[in-house]
């Protein structure tokens, strides 16, 4: 079993359906109401632990009750939540989300996602330094994840940095992690500019990853661009679909088995595709045991 170090955001999602979505000062009745623990650093921790890595998270949370079930919720998966902060004064992250006329609104407060500092890093550096892997989001502070980058390269503790929500990264961070996995939309903003799929994925061999949703996985192995078909199933809901890959993937590169790149691609492609089959972004994630039992058909 490989240990999988998560540093990332931890949110409440507050889930509404409705008929109609409201204008500005209407007010109208809904259909149903959740609430769904989420956020990409949670997500990609659970996705983890359920396909059999040691995941740890290190996380910020409010002193409230969001922040009880968040952190509830991560122990009832088998996270580790030994590294999560509660910040007095600043509520848990949530997320409002409003699914009505066949679309969705959201809108997100950070709340104690964005308290996530240099000084937390700190307080976990050696549980850090422990990992096989380290697997980080952009949903808290870019300063911070910049901080625990450098602390991973000096000590040569490999990184999975997923770059979303999209934002422009500086050379360094990319260089400093070991591997990246952009979807298209973020590839564009993370290189601060129109690039060629191609090209870039030329320049960082086996390191820059970029999903395509349906149309699979895209890497250079250093010879060629290879591509690895996505698994046609039945979509349901694709809410998490991509933190469910990341997450799988973080745990397939650090399993006894030792697979190269291109297998645990494969084998994230199947967790993603399985999670894609089923209702919600945890709740939808496989285990180890129903991957093994499925996978084949996946």
Partial sequence: MGRVVVIGSINVDMVFTSDIRPKAGETVLGNTFSVIPGGKGANQAVAAAKLGAESIMIGCVGNDANGEFAVHNLNSANVNTGCIEKINGVPTGVANILVA???????????????????????????????????????????????????????????????APGLELSNSVIESASYITPNEHELKVISGKKCDMEKEMKKYPNKLIVTLGSKGVKYFDGKEIRLIPSNKVEVIDTTGAGDTFCGALAASLVANENKNLGESIKFANKAAAYAITRLGAQSGMPTLEQLKREGPYL
């Fill in 101 to 163: 006329e066949n679309d969705n609104s959201i809108t997100v407060i950070p709340g104690a996602n964005y308290a996530f500092n240099k000084v937390v890093i700190d307080n976990y550096r050696e549980t850090i330094l422990s990992a096989d892997i380290v697997l980080m989001q952009l949903e808290i502070p870019l300063e911070t994840v910049e901080y625990a980058l450098e602390l991973c390269r000096k000590n040569n503790v490999k990184v999975l940095l997923n770059p």
